[in-house]
């Protein structure tokens, strides 16, 4: 099953990162196992696992998850003892793991870039308050004209959209100008391709490549920190391009002055044109990606349905990253169309549940019961107690509503939290909410609010 998989993955992954990118770093990858919900691959070199797995690890992963293989984590690791053949070139293979497969030919003389994805562009990236600035910047990048700042650094936290704009800003060139030489690679592959023409001995065409775009796009630059040639090399990539009035935009994952390791004069350097950070996502922004994203998946998974508030449920509670969030809508989908069934709130919540633990918010049912009971003006008391009458039962469903939504308790849990009930009364209590939510607007208003006030 995982090998079949693992076939149809590499197909998908040749017609999207194109033949030679394939035939470098994808062919030479063995799949060795799955165990648990690892799939081990076997890679020749540490370098190279750790660029398969930077570079496409998310896309293998995406690959297995979208055929409905139960995967968490893939591992890349060089295979002791094993015999790796080297495949790229045709050589002879080879015995030791050690020995570099990065050996297969001179650079090319075409643009050494990174393939673009084609999901990544303007009309696909939702924007909201907290990427507002970076998207705008962007935008007028891409618009070309004369080059107002230059470098346009944009930084942010890992899966908040820096890669998405930066092959968005690359895509809206490219239409909009079909003859400017546009260059978008990771800092990683910068350094890589630098590395290589210092062994080829050719740091003349290393140059004139790098000297000859029209736009430098670099990726996570913080990956050069420590690096020193390969930073005095860009630095002099840099200056060549600004001197000419080329657009380079660069990314890192914070801001220029805090990436350690960097020199200072290129500290400066990146500080000199614009800076703009992508905030941490909020609530609202994730629900915004979330619908679009469904309506993605929705075409190639017809007739799966997700039932009411499972789009909000997810946005409240993934808060770490967009690619998190991705990949649960992701595998909610492809649950849903293996099982056949419809995705409720309690699928979503035991599909999901190594992901909800892992970005838990950490609010406690103590929490829950105390807002609850203040904001009906009961007595704690009240919230635990066996009364029925609808004036406290009410808000005791709430509650545990509310902890259902906002923590990783599982019912009986919940249940007995209030007053030793059973999960039985747990989930009538869910039941009843989530039906009152939608026909009574001061039962939404108030769920609404104690959400916000105890996430805040
Ligand atoms: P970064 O480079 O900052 O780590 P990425 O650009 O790779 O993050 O984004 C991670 C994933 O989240 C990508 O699949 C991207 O399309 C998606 N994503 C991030 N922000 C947005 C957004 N505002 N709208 C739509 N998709 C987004
Ligand atoms: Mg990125």
Known sequence: MTKDTWGRVQNDLKATIGKDAYKNWI????????????????????????????????????????????????????????????????????????????????????????????????????????????????????????????????????????????????????????????????????????????????????????RSVDVLMVDDVQFIAGKESTQDEFFHTFNALVDQSKQIVISADRAPGEISGLEERIKSRLQSGLVVDLHPTDYELRLGILQSKQAAQAQFYPGVELA??????????????????????????????????????????????????????????????????????LRLSDMLSPRRARSVARPRQVAMFLSKMLTSKSLPEIGRRFGGRDHTTVIHAVRKIEELKAIDNQIAEDVELLRRMLEA
């Open 27 to 210: 062919d030479p990858l063995e799949l060795v196992e799955k165990s648990g919900n690892v799939i081990r691959f076997a890679v020749p070199t540490n370098f190279f696992g750790d660029w398969v797995s930077r570079n496409y690890g998310d896309r293998i992963l995406q690959g297995f998850l979208d055929d409905g293989l139960p995967v968490e984590r893939l591992d890349f690791s060089v295979s002791r003892g094993a015999v790796t053949p080297v495949k790229p070139n045709g050589s002879s293979p080879v015995k030791s793991a050690a020995r570099p497969v990065i050996k297969t030919a001179k650079p090319e003389a075409d643009l050494p870039g990174s393939p673009l994805d084609k999901r990544f562009t303007f009309d696909k990236f939702v924007v909201g308050k907290p990427n507002e600035l970076a998207h705008a910047a962007a935008r007028r990048v891409s618009e070309g004209g004369p080059v107002t700042f230059n470098p346009l650094f944009l930084y942010g936290g890992v899966g908040l959209g820096k890669t998405h704009l930066m092959h968005a800003i690359a895509w809206e060139i490219q239409n909009r100008q079909p003859e400017a030489k546009v260059l978008y690679l990771s800092a990683e592959q910068f350094m890589y391709r630098f590395v290589q023409s210092l062994r080829f001995k050719d740091m003349h065409g290393f140059k004139e490549m790098f």
């Open 308 to 377: 009411n508030g499972v789009l909000e449920f997810l946005a409240h509670r993934i808060s770490t990253n967009v690619r998190v969030l991705e990949g649960a809508l992701t595998r909610l989908f492809a649950f849903a169309s293996l099982v056949g069934r419809e995705v409720t709130l309690d699928v979503a919540q035991e599909c999901l549940a190594d992901i909800l633990r892992a970005s838990d918010r950490k609010v406690t049912i103590d929490e829950i019961i105390r807002k609850v009971a203040d904001h009906y003006n």
